[in-house]
């Protein structure tokens, strides 16, 4: 072996040594961070809102477990979250009622056991098949089990659902978890429990054989391993943590009823996963962060929210179908070349364009939509603090200007986004050959 | 990784923090009240007209001078119809210092406001908040289920049927019955409260059909009514409110189906079009505690002044007309209780509440029963169809209007409760 | 509930004539997904929206011209919206991969039924059955058949034999069929496969709104009438066998004809086991299933058929390949 190559495999040694460094010192910032963000914050929403995003994260990774890294279309994974927290209420409700000495904090591990327990059984009809067939079928048992919810009443409770109360098992250092503070806490170590546990899992040979399942199912086959058993896999391990996300969310609302295993539970992952990126494991952490965000503080800013929601997933399947995680890590060389700085004018170019344009598309969607339903209050409305009358013309032109001018401005702008990427990109890989 | 991890961690403290950063406005010159109801989505239409109809209601109080010097302010909560975010922002309203909750569309949504208030209160001393129910109707929430912080202004759907089965068993024309509802808690509730009440009247109606299907899922009843047409029934008492009740009596129109239609909800969105549509001339009756044309001189000042603002806001660009006569009940018992108890604590004010006699929108006397905060009032029978020179109000743009049938006594709906109220030591 | 022999006929009859209806109408849009999916391999999850466009524009073009200007109108524009959908979005989608296309649809979905409720508002409309139609056909025993009703039944015959005739016997039927099987060869024999698929594409939207307009007067004209009737489209599909024209049409007559006569079946598991003498519920923790009529579950037996012809028929009854 030359010096030199002993160099350099030293070289590699010793950066993937600090890479590993690096690699643990984040999940150490991580947990940091969880444990200290409600220290930054006021507000007792802001624990509300956390512990909101705190459990749709370990839904959307488990949810990610079959779409981004089995590559199955699930339509119906709400069933192993509702069911999971279906079955945690009942356990809180029983334990509470012989007085069994369980502390609340291990019930989240019961509807994860639910959860499992259901993705065998599903798992183990569904999995057979891949595909279409598979999102047909997880299609099908999704409104079979959403519908059930609401004829099966001594389980699922009807309508009303059934309700549980946090405060009255068994207590662990005078923690009652009566208020939202120690919901969070518990929410938060649950998170990061699963988060480590479900990003190990990628690092397993499961893990791979998922990978490798996705990308080429014959080709998994003759490498020898059963693909169909590693989907089941996959199926039944993401049911687990589902269903631990439920019985999270069944903790902090103390009340699960049909809705938690209905379509649009189904759909809200399925959208959270997407928007964040499928192909990187932060990629449904920053969407079910994004989604929940956008879920509960959207109305409040426009009713037609849906819309804006609808828009938004569109956009992002057209434009970024690898998520938001996807964008980011396109910018992942520019960054380790410093060089990322040399994009900034190009994309502050774009997005004023971006911007002006999406102003105009808002304007017009507010106007309409005042115009449909709010008749009683008169023509007048105002859009970012300015008042005008959608009876008259100028709104509707300024609107038009707004929406036609950003698209031509923008057109214009991207020559120079794609110049400044590719020259970018030239001096990171020359960067990259220096070094 | 690196960048993945930095990048991540950037996005999520941003994003974390515009929504802590929102201005938590606690103005003390305001009593606000949260309206939690459906704001976007299928059902959104049924929420804005409550929602309208509490905020001309709070205008109304604001322009007599409020109550202790103070405005009322109604604040829209949109909870998407949907258990879980129903919670969520009924916490985000206690957050933003709201102490005064109102909701009715779905006794689900009800249930899980309650139960929560009750253990928010539990938890929270001295930040209590305070639940008034304007249109859930399940009996369970004044009995089995009933909380001190819980008021109900909306007849219970037992007293509906009470008061409805007082009606029929004069009616001698009424001999097979068929029971159509929707297959849930509200549904089940009025099924079975039919069933025993008109045993109990009316022995000699046979009952000749009990169907229950499902909520909101059916496009076309034809089947249903063939079912109806069947069983030879010449009345038909059902539950079911929104497209349930529109598409049924389309459906019944199409194939010519001859009979009564007793209903709870014949006034909703929709439904007087579907009526007018079908031509059920004076076929259909509604029971409830109001509705226009009942011929009393401030409830129609009232609503000739509330079509007069909602111009155009009904369903097909129709004026809007008043469907919750409750909620200007419970907006003025609020103001009165604030006043009489010269706070705006929400103890002190369900305190001044309970037993608290008014005369009511519609005229005639109601109390707030102190046992277990069920609204007691006079229910109306109505007919809908052609209208007199006595019914000024037509409802939908269809030319016609209510018409009333019967009046039962607040006495008259009395029933007996199972509620054992905790009361908070004052 | 004991009926005599000519109530039980009536109620057969009119279940009957009702369950086909209600198929025909299923197969109108069963129809288009089937061809559109077939072709470009996309289950076009916004189908059920085009329907709700055309009823909502048979609505809108209704309140000038009245209804029959609308029958023809409203397809044609709901074809090319979906056409310029197509073209201009899905296309672009198509590089990123099915399950790409897939979700382009499940958001399109989203977004029309948004933009549906900005236009007309969340209420129901007031589409009415045109004035020469609003009578009753004939009558069975003591019910009525609204001649509106035969008409849709025979309209939507009549698509079915045109669209038959245009498969088989027109020269871009035969293109189509071949591209259904045979996409690259056709590519290569010279024809513009991507126009044909923004056709296809057009012509199976329009299908839906064909079926939205004449539906829309007799059923309901809301926001919410594509979410109703999506999931159960999809299922007809599927157990047809995707891609099999001839079983969307057995699928689409069986849905009917099962979600009609399971309205008319009041019989319990209870029941059922009364017939044998049994009489107590030997579960007593599932006394929900127990009591639970054929009736009541009726709406979800279709998911029930769905999940089992996927386990033990993947192809679907009479589709030739797999799911």
């Known amino acids: 072996m030359s010096e030199g190559a002993q160099t350099a495999s030293m070289g590699r040694s010793a950066s993937g040594i600090l890479a590993t460094a690096l690699r643990y010192a984040a999940w150490v910032v991580l947990a940091a961070l969880v444990l200290t963000l409600p220290k930054m914050f006021t507000s007792s929403f802001a624990f509300t809102l956390l512990s909101l995003m705190g459990i749709s994260i370990i839904f959307a990774l488990s949810y990610n477990m079959l779409l981004g890294q089995t590559g199955m279309l699930s339509f119906g994974h709400a069933v192993y979250y509702g069911l999971g927290g279906f079955i945690v209420v009942h356990a809180m409700n029983t334990i509470t009622k012989n007085s069994l000495p369980i502390p609340l904090p291990l019930m989240p591990l019961v509807g994860g056991v639910a959860g499992l327990f259901f993705g065998i059984v599903f798992g183990s009809v569904s999995t057979r098949r891949g595909g279409t067939a598979f999102a047909m079928i997880s299609l099908g048992l999704g409104e079979l089990v ?56 990628t690092r397993t040979p499961l893990g791979r054989m998922c990978n490798a399942v996705r990308d080429n199912f014959e080709r998994a086959e003759f490498v020898g391993y059963n693909p169909q058993f590693v989907r089941f896999l996959a199926f039944s391990l993401s049911g687990f943590f589902a269903g631990i996300a439920g019985g999270l969310a069944a903790i902090n609302f103390e009340i699960v009823n049909s809705s938690y295993v209905g379509a649009e539970q189904s759909g809200t992952v399925l959208l959270a996963a997407y928007i964040g990126g499928v192909g990187f494991f932060s990629g449904p952490i920053i969407g079910a962060i994004l989604v929940t965000w956008l879920q509960v503080m959207l109305s409040d ?61 808002s304007l017009l969607i507010e106007m309409a939509h005042h115009l449909s339903t709010k008749t009683s209050e008169g023509p007048m409305m105002s859009f970012m603090h300015v008042p005008f009358s959608v009876h008259s013309f100028l709104p509707w032109l300024v609107a038009a200007v707004l929406v036609i001018g950003g698209y031509f401005f923008f057109r214009l702008t991207w020559p120079h986004v794609e110049g400044a990427w590719h020259t970018a990109l030239m001096k990171a890989r020359e960067h990259g050959s220096a070094a | 990784m690196k960048f993945g991890w930095r990048a991540k961690l950037a996005g999520a403290v941003a994003l974390v923090a515009i929504p802590f950063a929102m201005p938590v406005s606690g103005a003390d010159d305001t009593i606000k009240i949260a309206y939690v109801d459906p704001l976007s989505g299928g059902m959104a239409s049924i929420g804005e007209v409550g929602l309208k109809t509490f905020q001309y209601l709070a205008d109304e109080l604001n322009a007599k001078g409020g109550a202790l010097g103070k405005k009322f302010e109604i604040v829209g909560y949109d909870n998407k119809l949907n ?48 639940f008034f129910n304007y249109a859930a109707v399940d009996p369970a929430l004044t009995n089995e289920k009933c909380s001190f912080w819980h008021f109900r202004w909306d007849a219970n759907s037992d007293q509906k049927m009470e008061a409805l089965t007082n009606y029929m068993k004069d009616r001698k024309n009424i001999k097979k019955v068929y029971l159509i509802n929707q297959d849930y808690s509200f549904g089940q509730a009025v099924r079975s409260a039919a069933v025993a009440m008109i045993k109990a009247k009316r022995p000699d109606i046979e009952i000749v059909g009990d169907e229950m299907h499902p909520l909101a899922k059916i496009t076309d009843f034809s089947p249903y009514i063939a079912k109806i047409k069947a069983s030879g029934a010449d009345s038909v008492i059902t539950g079911n409110w929104g497209q349930d009740f529109s598409l049924l009596l389309k459906a019944a129109a199409d194939a010519g189906l001859q009979t009564d239609w007793y209903t709870y909800y014949a006034g909703g969105t929709g439904g007087p079009t579907a009526m007018k549509q079908a031509g059920l001339n004076h076929r259909v009756f509604a029971i409830g505690e109001g509705f226009a044309n009942v011929g009393y001189g401030p409830a129609d000042e009232f609503e000739k002044a509330f079509r007069a603002k909602y111009k155009a806001d009904g369903a097909g660009g129709s004026n809007l007309s008043l469907f919750y006569p409750r909620a200007v009940n419970e907006m003025r018992m609020l103001q009165a209780a604030i006043v009489k108890a010269k706070s705006i604590e929400p103890g002190k004010i369900g305190a001044a509440l309970e037993g608290m006699k008014v005369t009511v929108f519609d005229g005639g006397e109601g109390y707030m029963r102190a ?27 269809t030319g016609w209007g209510w018409r009333t049938a019967g009046k039962i006594e607040a006495a008259n709906t009395v029933l007996p409760t199972t509620c054992k109220m905790n009361r908070p030591a004052s | 509930m004991y009926l005599g022999w000519a109530a039980l006929l009536e109620l057969v009859l009119v279940s009957t004539l009702n369950g086909v209806l209600y198929g025909m109408l299923l197969f109108l849009m069963a129809s288009g997904l089937t061809l559109i999916f077939s072709m470009m391999g996309v289950l076009n999850f916004a189908h ?52 790409a296309e897939l979700l382009f649809t499940f958001g399109l979905a989203f977004v029309i039924e948004e933009v549906v409720q900005i236009i007309w508002g969340k209420l129901p409309l007031d589409y009415r059955i045109p004035p020469s139609l609003d009578f009753s056909a004939f009558t069975i025993f003591s019910t009525n058949y609204p001649a509106y009703k035969m008409f849709m039944l025979l309209f939507a015959i009549g698509i079915f034999v045109a669209l038959l005739l245009v498969l088989t016997r027109t020269r ?101 086991f009364g017939w044998f003498g049994i009489h107590t519920n030997p579960l007593p ?39």
């Open chain 2, 371 to 397: 046992d277990d905060h069920q609204f007691i009032q006079p229910i109306y029978i109505v007919s809908f169809g052609e209208r007199s020179a006595k019914e000024p109000f037509d409802e939908e743009g």
């Open chain 1, 301 to 361: 800013i426009t009713e037609v929210w849906q819309l804006y929601f609808g828009l938004l997933f569109v956009g992002m399947v057209m434009f970024a179908p690898f998520g938001i995680s996807g964008l980011l890590m396109m910018h992942a060389p520019l960054w380790h070349a410093r060089v990322l700085w040399r994009l900034v004018p190009a994309y502050l170019l774009a997005l004023a364009a971006g911007l002006v344009m999406l102003t105009g598309v």
């Open chain 3, 285 to 323: 923790f599932l006394s929900d299933i127990w009591f639970v009529t054929v009736a009541q579950i009726g709406p979800i037996m279709p998911y029930l058929l769905l999940v089992l012809i996927l386990i033990f028929r993947p192809t679907g009854l009479m589709g030739t390949r797999d799911t």
């Open chain 1, 146 to 201: 959403a519908s059930s919810a609401l004829i099966l009443r001594s389980f699922f409770g009807g309508e009303e659902g059934i309700t549980t109360n946090r405060t009255k098992l068994l207590r662990i250092f005078d923690w009652s978890f009566g208020p939202q503070t120690q919901v969070y806490y518990l929410i938060a170590i649950w998170c990061f429990i699963c988060v480590l546990a479900m990003y190990a899992l």
């Open chain 3, 48 to 99: 059920a929206s085009f329907y709700m466009l055309g009823a909502f524009f048979g609505f809108q073009i209704s309140q000038f011209t009245g209804f029959w200007p609308g029958l023809v109108l409203a397809p044609l524009l709901a074809g090319v919206i979906g056409a310029l959908i197509e073209r201009y979005g899905l296309r672009n989608v198509h590089r990123h991969g099915h399950v």
């Open chain 2, 83 to 130: 258990a879980q975010e129903t919670l969520v922002q009924v916490q985000k309203a206690i957050d933003s210092g709201i102490r005064i909750i109102t909701q009715g569309n779905g006794s689900a949504f009800a249930h899980a406001i309650n139960e929560f208030v009750a253990k928010y209160n539990e938890r929270n001393p001295g930040k209590e908040v305070i």
């Open chain 3, 172 to 272: 871009i039927g035969l293109i189509i069929q071949a591209s259904l099987t045979h996409p690259h060869m056709v590519g290569m024999l010279g024809h513009n496969v991507q126009r044909i698929f923004m056709l296809v594409f057009g012509l199976g939207c329009a299908l839906a709104a064909v079926a939205g307009v004449i539906a829309g007067p007799a059923l309901v004209t809301q926001s919410n009438m594509a979410a109703l009737l999506g999931p159960i489209l999809f299922v007809v599909v599927v157990i047809g066998g995707l891609g099999s024209l001839s079983g969307a049409f057995v699928a689409s007559l069986l849905i009917g004809l099962l979600q009609t006569f399971a309205v008319a079946v009041n019989l319990s598991t209870a029941d059922a």
